[in-house]
């Protein structure tokens, strides 16, 4: 905002009027905080029943598409665009970005996983955030794998 602010025509094609410069970086900066917290808090508190990590992937990527489209929207109000234009970009952008996101992740976890660095997906101590007893990171602290000496992480 700062580098556009020295740039009016700039700014005010993307960002929206620079005589409000102050209210733009209160509103970048309060909704960074709010519409970050979205997904993790939707992922914790749904499906606590059951657990159904499916289901709470579901529940968050739902989330985090809605606060992209109302971002996008107000986007479009700000700058006077398309909102459908501007709405299907940011979606679009947003699933590509969280889709690359999810398919690095497993790798990194499969990756984590061969080098015995975390215990494989399907025990029952992955499913509670734990290292696995005999894991080399348990190894490497020096702790005996025994069900009460799990390391939280």
């Known amino acids: 905002l700062v580098e556009l602010r020295q740039t009016p025509s700039k700014f005010a094609e993307i960002v929206g009027h620079p005589e409000r410069f102050g209210f733009h970086?209160?509103?970048?900066?309060?909704?960074?905080?709010?519409f970050g917290l979205v997904a993790p808090i939707t992922y914790g508190f749904s499906f606590r029943e059951?657990?159904?990590?499916?289901?709470?992937?579901?529940?968050?990527?739902?989330?985090s598409v809605l606060c992209v489209i109302l971002l996008a929207i107000a986007k479009a109000k700000v700058t006077s665009k398309s909102y459908i234009k501007?709405?299907?970009?940011?979606?679009a952008i947003g699933v590509a970005a969280s889709g690359l996101s999810y398919v690095t992740g497993k790798y990194v976890r499969k990756l984590l996983e061969?080098?015995?660095?975390?215990?494989?997906?399907?025990?029952?101590?992955?499913?509670?955030g734990v290292v696995g007893k005999g894991s080399s990171f348990s190894r490497?602290?020096?702790?005996?794998?025994s069900?009460?000496?799990?390391?939280?992480?």
């Open 114 to 128: 061969k080098l015995g660095w975390i215990t494989d997906s399907n025990s029952p101590s992955s499913h509670y």
């Open 25 to 34: 970086v209160f509103i970048t900066f309060v909704s960074y905080i709010v």
């Open 140 to 145: 490497m602290l020096g702790r005996k794998a």
């Open 50 to 63: 059951s657990d159904d990590k499916g289901k709470k992937l579901i529940a968050m990527s739902a989330a």
């Open 147 to 153: 069900r009460d000496a799990y390391l939280y992480y």
């Open 86 to 91: 501007t709405t299907l970009q940011y979606v």
